[in-house]
């Protein structure tokens, strides 16, 4: 990616890509460089937390 032509043209294809988008590769980033074992208990947690989030949102507040 070090290609100044190949970028140009890329973003002029596809424009400036939003601070989610730069944010999710960095993210995706730092977990391939995880441990296998660390990758699998990241995906655990997240999912874990996923679901308790979606059962708080089921119950009604009162």
Do not use: C, W
Not at 20 to 49: C, D, G, H
Request: aromatic share 6%.
């Amino acid at each position: 990616m070090k290609n100044p032509t190949f970028l140009a043209e890329l973003h002029k294809k596809l424009g400036a890509p939003s601070s989610e988008t730069v944010e999710s590769l960095r993210l995706l980033k730092a977990f391939l460089k995880l441990a296998p074992r660390q990758r699998y208990e990241l995906i655990e947690m997240a999912e874990r937390l996923a679901s308790e989030a979606a059962a708080d949102f089921d119950h009604p507040l009162s």
